[in-house]
C-alpha cells in the first residue's frame, strides 16, 4: 500500500539546537501537510505543501516540498521548549483522497 | 469557536461488549476521518467519508468495526465485539476538502480500554 515515512523516530536536542524531521513516499505525492501533536493531545495543523520546490515558513519552521513530490522536510530553528511534540507529516495520493499519516518524529527539547 | 466534538473522552470496557464513539464534525465541513493511534502503530486510517459517503475503509477491520454517518452532524464508529488489542485512542477529524484534502481539525479524541 502506499505508506508515509518518517525520520528520525525521536530526537532530543537542547534549547537553541536546530531540529530537522524528514518524509519520504516511493509514489507521488499531490499535496503534503505536517501536524503537531502535544504530549496528551491531538493533532493539530501546522501547514500544507501542494507545488513541486515548494518552501514556505512560519517563524522559526520551514518546510519543503522536494521537486519530485515525494519527500518534504520541517526544520525548526533554535529550538524552543515549547516545540517539545510530535510532528506528523501527512501525505495524499491523488486529488480528493485519504490523508495518510507517517510515522511520526517525536521531539525533545531540554534547558 | 467551532470544533470536532467526540464522545467518550475515556471508555474502559470488557472483552466482548460494544463500543459506540461518536462524532460531531465542524459544521459545513464534507470530509470526515476516523484514526487509531496506539503507540506501535503510529495514526493508522480506519474510514473516510465526503459528503457522508464512505469513501475508503480498507484500515478498518470489517469482522468488528463498523462506520456510519447518519447525517451531516454525526459520524459514528462502532466495534463489536471489542478485544483488548482494541485498546487505543480512537481520533475522528473532519474538514473542507476540495480537490486536495485540506486542513484537518481533530476532536479530543475518545481514549478506549479493552479489558
Known amino acids: 500500500g502506499q505508506q508515509v515515512m518518517q525520520i528520525p523516530q525521536y530526537q532530543h536536542v537542547q534549547e537553541g539546537e536546530d531540529f530537522t524531521t524528514y518524509c519520504n513516499s516511493s509514489?507521488?505525492?499531490?499535496?503534503i501537510q505536517w501536524y503537531k501533536q502535544r504530549p496528551g493531545g491531538h493533532p493539530v495543523f501546522l501547514i500544507q505543501?501542494?507545488?513541486?520546490?515548494e518552501v514556505k515558513k512560519q517563524k522559526r519552521l520551514t518546510f519543503q516540498f522536494g521537486e519530485a513530490k515525494k519527500n518534504s522536510s520541517l526544520h525548526i530553528t533554535a529550538t524552543q521548549t515549547t516545540d517539545v511534540g510530535t510532528y506528523f507529516c501527512a501525505g495524499s495520493f491523488g486529488t480528493a483522497s485519504k490523508l495518510t499519516f507517517g510515522t511520526g518524529t517525536r521531539l525533545q527539547v531540554t534547558l | 469557536d467551532a470544533r470536532v466534538t467526540q464522545t467518550p473522552r475515556d471508555k474502559v470496557t470488557e472483552m466482548g461488549q460494544e463500543v459506540t464513539m461518536r462524532c460531531q464534525p465542524i459544521l459545513g465541513h464534507n470530509t470526515v476521518f476516523w484514526y487509531r493511534q496506539t503507540m506501535m502503530q503510529g495514526l493508522e486510517l480506519l474510514a473516510y467519508?465526503?459528503?457522508?459517503?464512505?469513501?475508503?475503509d480498507s484500515g478498518m477491520p470489517k469482522d468488528r468495526f463498523s462506520a456510519e454517518m447518519p447525517d451531516a452532524t454525526l459520524a459514528t464508529l462502532k466495534i463489536q465485539p471489542s478485544e483488548p488489542r482494541d485498546s487505543a485512542v480512537y481520533f475522528c477529524?473532519?474538514?473542507?476538502?476540495?480537490?486536495?484534502?485540506?486542513?484537518?481539525?481533530f476532536g479530543e479524541g475518545s481514549r478506549l480500554t479493552v479489558l
Open positions: 467519508f465526503r459528503n457522508r459517503a464512505p469513501l475508503d
Open positions: 509514489t507521488t505525492l499531490s499535496n
Open positions: 477529524a473532519s474538514g473542507l476538502g476540495t480537490i486536495h484534502t485540506g486542513e484537518l481539525f
Open positions: 505543501l501542494v507545488k513541486s520546490g
